[in-house]
């Protein structure tokens, strides 16, 4: 009876060992799996993050490279019309400069000048503005269109082929662009002139028939520059807008400068100047060819008459500080002689100035 006791407490012993001895190893397997997978200590990377992060960082470096190879094709597409004549007979050379975006920062306002005098009259700003205008500050030993000046012709509109300046070198790579703007039927001798040396010509006028055309090698386009873009609203209502601005008519055209910018915008000519300024555009021109208009203010420019003459020629040095300089004149005798509906110094109304910019270097 003790003897059957024993053996019966024996397995009982026997079978709890067991239990716990099966117990502590499914234990110990939990707690190696756990830890194997917990994340390694900081600054103690496994050796799968290791490998992972090389991964990461070649494919990464993989993009990169992608992504710088395809700017290079760009930039070589970009550049390659323009360098081919740089190459053309000459040794090897630095690469070429990325081009010049069309705007600068914007401006919202033109540094106004101080006044001519403390009396604030209308005599001192015209008799400043005035002598500003007719005086040449750089001389140009040969010009595009002087016979028509010499002849009187409307506009005598004429372009500085100085070799000492941009145009000249321009023309004989076949590299030339110009820019006419014009109302109507206009004086067209300077366009023919410059297209007879090789330079690409788009004429620009608002009431043609068609939205573009070629004619006696010249383009010409149903549209004209303007200090403001069309209203989204209206202009998504006709296929071509009318009017734009220069910095706007360049993307479209996909443009990046213009050699010579020949504008007679009918007293709209002081905004358009003020856009060009204000929005930095005046970089990608090489010439500037402006018929001013004084019998009046001009549209949407305000003020009494003294204010008004002080911003046309704030307008004009801000043209110098951008690095243009007045290179020809021409005062329009058959015009009447008004300068804001009076007579003042015999002005006659309507002056064609000719700005070079000397900083040219497209």
Same mark, same amino acid.
């Given at each position: 009876?003790?003897?059957?006791?024993?053996?019966?407490?024996?397995?009982?012993?026997?079978? /709890?060992?067991?239990?716990?001895?099966? /117990?502590? /190893?499914?234990?110990?397997?939990?707690?190696?799996?756990?830890?194997?997978?917990?994340?390694?200590?900081?600054?103690?990377?496994?050796?799968?993050?290791?490998?992972?992060?090389?991964?990461?960082?070649?494919?990464?470096?993989?993009?990169?490279?992608?992504?710088?190879?395809?700017?290079?094709?760009?930039?070589?597409?970009?550049?390659?019309?323009?360098?081919?004549?740089? $190459?053309?007979?000459?040794?090897?050379?630095?690469?070429?400069?990325?081009?010049?975006?069309? !705007? #600068?920062?914007?401006?919202?306002?033109?540094?106004? @000048?101080?006044?001519?005098? @403390?009396?604030?009259?209308?005599?001192?700003?015209?008799?400043?503005?005035?002598?500003?205008?007719?005086?040449?500050?750089?001389?140009?030993?040969?010009?595009? &269109?002087?016979?028509?000046?010499?002849?009187?012709?409307?506009?005598?509109?004429?372009?500085?082929?100085?070799?000492? =300046?941009?145009?000249?070198? +321009?023309?004989?790579?076949?590299?030339?662009?110009?820019?006419?703007?014009?109302? &109507?039927?206009?004086? +067209?001798?300077?366009?023919?002139?410059?297209?007879?040396?090789?330079?690409?010509?788009?004429?620009?006028?608002?009431?043609?028939?068609?939205? *573009?055309?070629?004619?006696?090698?010249?383009?010409?386009?149903?549209?004209?520059?303007?200090?403001?873009?069309?209203?989204?609203?209206?202009?998504?209502? !006709?296929?071509?807008?009318?009017?734009?601005?220069?910095?706007?008519?360049?993307?479209? =055209?996909?443009?990046?400068?213009?050699?010579?910018?020949?504008?007679?915008?009918?007293?709209?000519?002081?905004?358009?100047?003020?856009?060009?300024?204000? $929005?930095?555009?005046?970089?990608?021109?090489?010439?500037?060819?402006?018929?001013?208009?004084?019998?009046?203010?001009?549209?949407?420019?305000?003020?009494?008459?003294?204010?008004?003459?002080?911003?046309?020629?704030?307008?004009?040095?801000?043209?110098?500080?951008?690095?243009?300089?007045?290179?020809?004149? *021409? !005062?329009?005798?058959?015009?009447?002689?008004? =300068?804001?509906?009076?007579?003042?110094?015999?002005?006659?109304?309507?002056?064609?100035?000719?700005?070079?910019?000397?900083?040219? #270097?497209?």
């Amino acid at each position: 009876m003790d003897m059957g006791r024993e053996r019966l407490t024996l397995g009982l012993l026997l079978r /709890v060992g067991v239990l716990l001895t099966a /117990v502590c /190893v499914c234990a110990h397997v939990y707690l190696e799996m756990g830890w194997r997978r917990a994340p390694a200590p900081l600054g103690r990377p496994t050796q799968a993050s290791q490998n992972w992060g090389q991964l990461s960082r070649t494919k990464a470096e993989a993009e990169e490279q992608h992504r710088s190879v395809k700017r290079k094709i760009s930039y070589v597409r970009t550049l390659k019309k323009d360098s081919q004549a740089r $190459e053309k007979g000459e040794g090897r050379e630095e690469p070429s400069p990325p081009l010049r975006p069309h !705007r #600068k920062t914007p401006r919202w306002h033109i540094d106004l @000048e101080p006044w001519a005098g @403390e009396s604030h009259s209308l005599e001192d700003e015209a008799k400043r503005f005035l002598n500003y205008i007719t005086t040449p500050q750089v001389s140009c030993a040969s010009l595009a &269109g002087e016979e028509a000046a010499q002849e009187g012709t409307k506009g005598a509109w004429a372009a500085c082929l100085d070799p000492k =300046f941009s145009l000249t070198h +321009r023309i004989q790579s076949k590299r030339c662009r110009v820019y006419s703007f014009g109302l &109507g039927v206009d004086d +067209r001798s300077l366009e023919r002139s410059l297209s007879r040396a090789g330079c690409e010509i788009h004429c620009f006028d608002p009431s043609l028939k068609q939205p *573009h055309m070629q004619q006696a090698e010249m383009w010409l386009h149903r549209l004209s520059i303007d200090w403001r873009d069309p209203n989204p609203a209206f202009a998504a209502q !006709r296929q071509y807008a009318n009017t734009k601005k220069l910095a706007t008519i360049l993307n479209d =055209f996909g443009h990046r400068e213009v050699d010579v910018l020949k504008a007679d915008m009918e007293s709209a000519e002081w905004k358009i100047l003020e856009n060009l300024v204000l $929005e930095g555009v005046l970089d990608s021109v090489g010439q500037l060819l402006l018929e001013v208009h004084l019998h009046w203010a001009g549209f949407e420019v305000a003020g009494d008459d003294p204010s008004v003459v002080r911003y046309w020629f704030s307008l004009l040095r801000e043209l110098e500080h951008a690095n243009f300089r007045l290179f020809h004149v *021409h !005062r329009d005798m058959t015009k009447p002689h008004l =300068f804001l509906h009076k007579n003042v110094l015999n002005a006659s109304s309507v002056y064609t100035l000719s700005w070079v910019n000397t900083e040219w #270097k497209p």
